[in-house]
């Protein structure tokens, strides 16, 4: 025991580093099929200065992009914008995004109804990213791994939310209905909105409505 000694006060000093870690380090991914509105949500979040609908999508740029770091009312974050072209290629690549604190799926939730009446290619898109990322988070940890990982929050947003036609329903509530017994539904017990992303005038109202969850889920 005694060729250990000298090192044992960097223990209290290595634990409190990866406390610190955990407490303070911020990272959000965003994921989601190609056009299902990650960029768009980010720029109403705060995390992106401005919003071109006709820029070249995060697809067409890279597939697996760095994080940039923002600042968001005194916080930074390590923001990534994935292209939806992962999911498309190898679910396997989301992985290493997974660790991150807030991780946020982004679907096109009007055309996820329309395709799952035939199981269509979109819908099955979508269908095999809940799964995984369900899967993911419902791997059992030993009682290190608990304490050394992150505090994480998911969020599932169905986007495109304006143009929604149902009679007497809400997108929302139709997508539950959707999913209901569905192996991954409960991801979509709790924080699952319904946004329209691509209008200035509801930046405010999505801001406070997601932020507010995030921060009450990591607190």
């Known amino acids: 025991m005694l060729p250990f000694l000298p090192f044992t006060p960097l223990i209290p000093v290595a634990l409190g580093i990866l406390l610190f870690r955990k407490l303070n380090n911020k990272s ?53 914008d994935l292209s939806g072209d992962i999911e498309q290629r190898n679910l396997g690549g989301y992985d290493q995004y997974l660790k991150n604190n807030i991780i946020i799926i982004v679907f096109n939730g009007v055309k996820f109804l329309e395709e799952a009446k035939n199981k269509g290619t979109y819908y099955q898109h979508c269908i095999g990213i809940f799964r995984y990322v369900f899967d993911h988070f419902n791997k059992p940890k030993n009682i290190i791994q608990r304490w050394l990982s992150r505090k994480q929050v998911l969020i599932t947003i169905a986007s495109h939310e304006d143009q929604y ?50 921060n009450k889920q990591l607190l």
């Open 28 to 80: 959000l991914v965003v994921m989601g099929h190609t056009h299902s509105g990650k960029t768009a949500l980010l720029w109403q979040l705060g995390l992106k200065e401005d919003f071109n609908p006709n820029e070249p999508k995060a697809t067409e740029i890279y597939l697996y992009p760095a994080p940039i770091v923002v600042k968001f009312k005194g916080r930074e974050y390590q923001v990534q």
């Open 165 to 214: 036609i149902s009679q007497g329903s809400t997108l929302k509530n139709d997508i539950k209905k959707c999913i209901s017994g569905s192996k991954y539904a409960p991801i979509f017990k709790e924080g699952f909105f319904c946004a329209d992303l691509h209008l200035e005038q509801n930046k405010e109202k999505n801001q406070k409505m997601i932020w507010e969850y995030i």
